[in-house]
Nanobody
Framework: QVQLVESGGGLVQAGGSLRLSCAAS????????MGWFRQAPGKEREFVATTGWRAGNTYYADSVKGRFTFSGDNAKNTVYLQMNSLKPEDTAVYYC??????????????????WGQGTQVTVSS
């Protein structure tokens, strides 16, 4: 079992950047498929990015492609979401999630087993 703790959220102006962190404990994150999701007020939680089971593969929602980057640091057992060129529509609570390895790309939140508590990102216009 793995425990996930997000940090790094905050208030930023449109066009700015933030880096979210997700620290894993209990198991190494490399044992899992990791994902980032977000939930804006009044909306359902949506997929942002995920690692495929093959090392080095990362997949992004079209809305963040080219602006967000998913990376990991094995030594720190932490994954990151670098968010650049932020827009007001990126405002949401961002969640880190993990699931057992599987073939293919998993963008469905219901298929993730472990979740962090979330971190708020607010982008002002």
């Amino acid at each position: 079992q793995v425990q996930l703790v997000e940090s790094g959220g905050g208030l930023v102006q449109a066009g700015g950047s933030l880096r979210l962190s997700c620290a894993a404990s209990g198991r190494t994150f490399s044992s899992y498929v990791m994902g980032w999701f977000r939930q804006a007020p009044g909306k359902e939680r949506e997929f942002v990015a995920t690692t495929g089971w093959r090392a080095g593969n990362t997949y992004y929602a079209d809305s963040v492609k080219g602006r967000f980057t998913f990376s990991g640091d094995n030594a720190k057992n932490t994954v990151y979401l670098q968010m650049n060129s932020l827009k007001p529509e990126d405002t949401a609570v961002y969640y880190c999630a993990a699931r057992k390895p599987t073939i293919g790309v998993v963008t469905n939140q219901a298929l993730y087993d472990y979740w962090g508590q979330g971190t708020q990102v607010t982008v002002s216009s």
